[in-house]
């Protein structure tokens, strides 16, 4: 792919690059060590109220494609609910990981989606590790972009970087699917969906759109030319990663 002077095109670059670049030893070695931290933190939320709740929504979401296993279970299901699925079971009493300085909590957002696609796609466990990398990479750097507390001042949780109203992530979700491949959109809406399941069980609450409207919503240029300009995150030392 031809690198461009915009800010999409040197994000798609450095993206697609990512597949084909090796990482460096320490890296990887702490990538795979939150692999596994958030796999246990996985297979201990299916004996908790929302692993429990997940595991029943799943068994809903049988007689589809078996792209993707639900952990700590024999159920195969479709990339996307398995994803929703995963993230709430490594979510279900937060002892997953978390990053501190861009204020939230990468792996059971991450791992989920990458599992899931790399399962579908047959991929290798390096393509998985590397894909795993780049997830905390550029999702550490898209908050720490927007600012953890600007966004926790609003009323927006920074888990995610659109707001919760449907229309607002139809309209969100649809201009994804048009600048990217289709797989790349149902991944991201995975992400944001398992999200908001997971903050409402958690908390005892029901859905509530209003708490963001599109004033709220940052423009996808504005928070990459933020994201670009930052220095990469390397995700064997960022203090912020526990």
């Not at 958690?202 to 708490?211: A, I, L, N, S």
Request: glycine share 10%; proline share 6%; aromatic share 4%.
């Amino acid at each position: 792919m031809a690198s461009g002077n915009g800010v999409m095109e040197k994000l798609i670059d450095y993206v697609s690059k990512a597949r084909a670049t090796d990482l460096p030893p320490d890296v990887a070695r702490k990538t795979k060590h939150h692999i596994l931290d958030t796999l246990a933190a996985m297979i201990s939320g299916t004996t908790l109220k929302p692993g429990e709740f997940a595991l029943k929504y799943a068994k809903l979401q049988e007689g589809g494609a078996c792209d993707a296993q639900v952990v700590g279970s024999n159920i195969m299901l479709p990339v996307i609910p398995a994803a929703v699925i995963n993230g709430m079971l490594g979510h279900s009493d937060e002892t997953d990981d978390s990053n501190g300085s861009a204020g939230f909590h990468p792996g059971c957002a991450v791992l989920p989606a990458a599992m899931g696609m790399g399962e579908r796609e047959d991929a290798s466990g390096r393509d998985v590790v590397r894909a795993v990398a780049l997830g905390y990479d550029i999702g550490s750097r898209v908050n720490k972009a927007l600012g953890r507390d600007a966004l926790r001042a609003r009323s927006t949780l920074p888990f995610s970087i659109a707001g919760t109203d449907p229309r607002e992530i139809t309209r969100w979700v649809n201009a994804v699917a048009a600048r990217r491949h289709i797989n790349v959109a149902c991944v991201v809406l995975a992400n944001k969906t398992a999200r908001i399941a997971w903050a409402m069980m958690r908390h005892g609450t029901d859905y509530q759109p209003q708490r963001a409207t599109p004033a709220q919503i940052p423009r996808p240029a504005s928070i990459l030319a933020l994201v670009l300009g930052e220095p990469a995150i390397d995700v064997g030392g960022d203090p912020g990663v526990k």
